[in-house]
């Protein structure tokens, strides 16, 4: 079974440690896109704050099938 990580704003994301989700606090659409090509491996689900998807949107679409699972967060 793999891991879940949230990614996105640091008042956003860092609750989920608490649920086990590795947190990857990144406030910067520069730091989102970073991040998000650095994941850990295992990582099958991402949750994304509202502005980390709007950051990696076309990296999201680019990699199609191989990417993990990613949900993104109500605004």
């Known amino acids: 079974m793999g ?3 949230a990614l996105g704003e640091r008042d956003r994301v860092a ?3 608490l649920a086990g989700a590795v947190v990857l ?3 910067d659409p520069d730091a ?8 850990p491996d295992g990582i ?4 994304l704050t509202p ?3 709007e950051a990696l949107g ?3 679409a680019a990699l199609g099938s ?9 605004p």
């Open 25 to 27: 606090l990144a406030d």
């Open 44 to 47: 099958e689900l991402v949750i």
């Open 3 to 5: 891991s879940v990580a």
């Open 66 to 74: 191989r990417r993990p699972l990613t949900a993104v967060m109500p």
């Open 58 to 60: 076309p990296d999201l």
């Open 15 to 17: 609750g989920l440690a």
């Open 51 to 53: 502005a980390a998807a």
């Open 32 to 39: 989102v896109r970073r991040l998000w090509r650095s994941l």
